[in-house]
C-alpha cells in the first residue's frame, strides 16, 4: 500500500497485447516515483492480462482490476476514478507511451498553481509519421491561470481527449464528473464538463504524451456504424443540454455548431462507402431539423457552410456525391482560374523587372565602356610622362659624365 499517492494513473485496457509493454514501462518509469498505476482490464480476450501480472510483480505500485465483461473505456474509467486515491489523476490509453518527466512536471505546476487542470502537449504517431499537436497557439497562456472564459474555443476544439490533461481528484470527485459510459467518443462530454467546471486552470507548451493514431478503433472498422451514429447524435443533444443546463448555450452557439457540422463531415468522410448512406440519412435528418439561417452559416468556417449547405439540399447520398464532385470541379476550375491570373502576374512582374534589369545593364556597360576608355586615355598619358622621364634622365646621365 502507498501512502499519499501524488498521482493515480488510470489506463484501461482491452486487447492491447502489442503495446501493453511500452505503456507499461514508460509510466513505471517516471521520475515522479509516488504514484498509483491502477489498470483496469476490460475484458481482454489476448494475452494483456498476463503482460500486467508480469509487470505487477516487478512494480506494487501497479493495482490490477480484472473485468470479466468488456464495457468500454468510459466505464472504466470511472472505475479507475471511483478507486484513485492521488491528488491528481491523469487517463493513459494503453496502446500510447508517455515522456518519463511527464508526472513530475505536470504534478510541480498543479501544486504550483493550485488549480483544477493542466493541459500540456502530445506527440501523434501513425504508420507513416509523427505530428506535434500543439494544445494552445498562444504563448500568453504558458504559466499563467485562466478558465473557459479566457478563450471559448478551448471548450469546443479538436482536443476533446481527456490524455492531454492532468486533473485535481478532488475537482473531479466534488464536481460529480463522470464519464458517459458509451463505447465511443466517451471523452467529449468528459471534457466538455471538466472544461466548463475548471476555475483555475494552467497550460505547460511541453511535449509529454505520445498518441498512437494507426491502432485506434475507427469509424469504420469498429462496431455497427448504426452504434456510432447514433452516439454522436446522443453526445450532440447532451452537449447542448449542458450548455442550457449552465444557460451557455447562446455564448457557445456559434462554437458548437462549428463542432457538430466538423465531427458529422469528418464522419462521413472516414466511413467505409457502404456505411455512407445510411449515416448520410443520419446527418441529412439532423441538418434539416437545424435549418441554419444566412447569419449563422456567415459566422461558421467556409468548409463547413459548403457540406451543410450540399447536405440540406441533397434528397439523399447519390444527390450529395453528384453535388459534392460538382462544387469540387468548380474549385479546381477556380484554382486553375487564380494560378493563371497568378501566372499572368508572375510573367508582368518578371518582363518588368527584366526590362529594369536590361536598362540598368545598360548604364552599367556605359560606365564600363567610359571607364575603359579613361584608363586607356590614363595609359597614354602614363607611356608620354615615361618617355619625357627618359628624356630628362638621359640628358643628367650626361651632364654628370661631363
Known amino acids: 500500500m502507498i501512502n499519499n499517492v501524488e498521482v493515480s494513473v488510470i ?36 494475452k494483456s492480462l498476463e503482460i500486467l501480472y508480469k509487470y505487477a510483480k516487478q512494480d506494487r505500485r501497479i493495482i490490477i ?6 464495457l468500454g473505456a468510459g466505464k472504466r474509467r470511472n472505475n479507475g476514478i471511483n478507486i484513485a486515491k492521488g491528488k491528481y489523476i491523469v487517463f493513459v490509453d494503453s496502446d500510447d507511451w508517455v515522456e518519463k518527466e ?34 494552445i497557439q498562444e504563448d500568453l497562456l504558458n504559466n499563467h491561470v485562466f478558465d ?7 471548450v469546443l476544439n479538436r482536443f476533446l481527449v481527456v490524455w492531454s490533461k492532468f486533473y485535481k481528484t478532488d475537482f473531479i470527485k466534488q464536481n460529480n464528473i463522470k464519464f458517459p459510459e458509451i463505447r465511443l467518443l466517451e471523452d467529449i462530454q468528459f471534457h466538455i464538463d471538466t472544461m466548463l467546471a475548471a476555475k483555475r ?42 450548455f442550457k443546463r449552465k444557460n451557455l448555450f447562446d455564448k457557445f452557439e ?22 455512407k448512406e445510411y449515416f448520410f440519412d443520419v446527418i441529412k435528418k439532423e441538418f434539416d431539423d437545424m435549418n441554419l439561417s444566412k447569419f449563422k ?12 449547405v450540399d447536405v440540406y439540399f441533397s434528397n439523399s447520398f447519390n444527390d450529395f456525391r453528384i453535388i459534392h464532385k460538382i462544387n469540387e470541379l468548380s474549385d479546381n476550375h477556380k484554382i486553375i482560374d487564380n494560378l493563371s491570373k497568378d501566372k499572368v502576374e508572375v510573367q508582368e512582374v518578371f518582363e518588368s523587372k527584366l526590362k529594369e534589369n536590361q536598362a540598368v545593364i545598360e548604364k552599367l556597360n556605359e560606365k564600363y565602356v567610359n571607364c575603359k576608355n579613361k584608363i586607356n586615355k590614363l595609359n597614354e598619358e602614363i607611356l608620354l610622362l615615361n618617355e619625357e622621364n627618359k628624356d630628362k634622365i638621359n640628358l643628367i646621365n650626361d651632364l654628370v659624365s661631363n
Not at 452559416?297 to 451543410?308: K, N, S
Open 11 to 46: 489506463i484501461p485496457i482491452y486487447n492491447n497485447e502489442n503495446y501493453l509493454d511500452q505503456c507499461l514501462n514508460s509510466v513505471c518509469n517516471q521520475t515522479l516515483r509516488n504514484i498509483e498505476i491502477i489498470c483496469l482490464n476490460d475484458g481482454s480476450t489476448d
Open 65 to 70: 482490476k480484472n473485468y470479466k465483461k468488456n
Open 297 to 308: 452559416l456567415d459566422l461558421i468556417p467556409q468548409h463547413l457552410t459548403d457540406f451543410y
Open 254 to 275: 456559434i462554437n458548437f455548431l462549428r463542432f457538430k457540422l466538423n465531427e458529422s463531415k469528418n464522419i462521413l468522410n472516414n466511413l467505409d462507402l457502404k456505411y
Open 148 to 154: 473557459y472564459k479566457y478563450h471559448k474555443d478551448l
Open 201 to 242: 486552470i494552467t497550460y505547460v507548451p511541453d511535449f509529454l504524451y505520445h498518441y498512437r493514431n494507426s491502432n485506434r478503433l475507427s469509424v469504420q472498422n469498429s462496431r455497427a456504424v448504426t452504434d456510432k451514429s447514433i452516439v454522436i447524435l446522443k453526445i450532440f443533444d447532451e452537449i447542448e443540454l449542458s
Open 102 to 135: 511527464m508526472l513530475e512536471k505536470l504534478f510541480y505546476n498543479a501544486e504550483n498553481n493550485c488549480v483544477d487542470m493542466v493541459l500540456f502537449n502530445s506527440i501523434e504517431h501513425d504508420d507513416n509519421y509523427s505530428k506535434k499537436r500543439i494544445y
